[in-house]
């Protein structure tokens, strides 16, 4: 699907995918071709992949190189070609990962798809994606097979089942076969990002994209040959795809892939497999906090941080985490948008600094920009905000993705000024060196707006989660009559603990006042999340409807 933009649309997306007040120096590589020619005969261990039954498969880089020259040979009988779409159904295994390199090496573009949608979103995506042929593990085959024969529109969609063996996709011929060259500039995801109303938005990533964002991490946070990464998120989104598989790629270090995280193992693996750094989001923090609330903390020699982002991590479960495994989180910031993360905590902050910006402030900072890009607080109307001024973060550097794909109205929003906006509302403040270490306040979609007042719910999420018999809990803005929007709490209480609403609105009156605390407690046994911990909490405000037309006294 190929959209003419006005040269005014045009110009605002290339003023938000270049740096304008520094430059970095020219990447090594030209594509994530020539990066894997530089890494095709090495013999060390790249990729170990480890699946729920703890069954283990462990490949070299020349082993991983291998194979996915054979598909990617496989991709071109096919008649892949520069361009094209092919989708990957599954969840994470290594297979998949040996998929995506494959259709880079051609300039295919890969569309990950998240197994967790429901089958109207599946269906929208491969179509609206123009998918030409899917990947599909044998688990989800019957599925695959009723969302393809319910709609004529993917009739000509080819699916390769892909079961315990890759060898049948596997053709023979040498890397020097495979045909053309590849740029830099070539597609390479289409990532569909998770709303909770309407279809959702294709991110559209170049090969400089993954590779700018890789060095910025693998710099930022010294992961080199010597480094072993751990990757629990699922791989359908960038934070699993760029953090921990092209990161420690690009870098020459090593990974180890989990099916899918399970607090049981976690930290046995990590032990296991010499792991020095993992990614994680703050919804795994929260399940590690609960299953060792009253057991020891495992001791991990050797073990460096963890990196932290895309969902909202408060200073609560921040500090219960750091405190219990006696271990730093880096937190960081970033969206699929922005190919990944545009933002850290730094690592060389003394235990005084690092605590005093993740907990003195009401919410962890996200740290300051990385070199790929700029950042900064804007108002409505595209002007630059000050120090502790709250408005939207907005991003432009080499890392911004290169548009949403055929989607002129999402691209006339999100680079209105010659800036990404993030639509996630923010402030910061200068250190002593004079950085800006930024905070995200909540989703501006999300801000609830009571009687005019903007309240973020991040800040309420706080307190909830520290009330009494509350395992997780979550501020949600409902419709009413008299303010607009009222504030409510959605609460998962601890096993075994009485759901006591008034109890938990008193103890939030203690510690918020009157138009911030929440109104009514509403329970239930799952908080709805995105597959990478994002909090939905539009998909649950109408649970509150029966107080729309109620007036909350103090």
Known sequence: MIMAYSSELKSKMASARRLENRQLPELPYDSIRSLFIDRLNWEKTWLTYINSNNNRVELSYREFCGKTIGLAHFMNQKGLRSGDRVATVSHNHWHTVVQYFAAWLLGVVVVPVNVGEDDERISYIIQHAGVKLAFVREDYRERMHNIINSDRNLADIEVCIIG??????????TMDELPGSVSGEANALIVYTSGTTGNPKGVLLSQNNLMEDARSISEWHSIDPESRMMCVLPI???????????????????????????????????????????????????????????????????FSHFICGAGPLTVNVAQQFEDTFSTRIIHGYGLSETTCYSCYLPLDLDD???????????????????????????????????????????????NVMKEYFGNEDANEKAFTYGW???????????????????????????????????????????????????????????????YGEEVGAYVKMR????????????????????????????????????????????????????????????
């Open 420 to 482: 990404f906006r993030s639509g996630d509302e923010g402030f910061y403040k200068l250190d002593k060196k004079g950085r800006p270490f930024f905070f995200i306040t909540g989703r501006l979609k999300e801000l609830i707006i009571r009687g005019g007042i903007n309240l973020s719910p991040l800040e309420i999420d706080e307190i909830i989660g520290k009330a009494p018999g509350v395992e997780t809990g979550i501020a949600v803005g409902f419709e009413n009559d008299w």
């Open 236 to 302: 359908h989104h960038v934070n699993g795809t760029v953090v921990t598989l092209v990161t420690p790629f690009y870098a020459g270090s090593s990974v180890v892939l989990a099916q899918k995280f399970r607090v049981g193992s976690f930290f046995r693996i990590i032990q296991e497999e010499g792991v020095h750094i993992v990614s994680v989001v703050p919804t795994l923090l929260q399940f590690l906090n609960n299953e060792y609330k009253e057991k020891k903390a495992p001791i991990i020699p050797g």
């Open 495 to 554: 096993p075994g603990e009485m759901q006591d609403a008034a109890r938990i609105i008193k103890f939030c009156a203690e510690k918020l006042p009157f138009m911030k605390k929440p109104k009514v407690v509403v329970f239930g046994d799952d908080i709805p999340v995105t597959s990478t911990g994002k909090y939905q909490r539009l998909k649950i405000a109408g649970l509150f409807s029966e107080w729309k037309n109620k007036q909350f006294k103090k």
């Open 352 to 398: 005084r600094e690092h605590k005093t910006w993740m907990r003195d402030y009401g919410y962890p900072s996200m740290g300051i920009p990385l070199p790929v890009n700029e950042m900064q607080i804007h108002d409505a109307y595209g002007n630059l905000l000050s120090e502790n001024e709250r408005g939207e973060i907005v991003i432009r550097g080499v």
């Open 164 to 173: 315990d063996k890759l060898d049948p996709y596997l053709k023979s011929g």
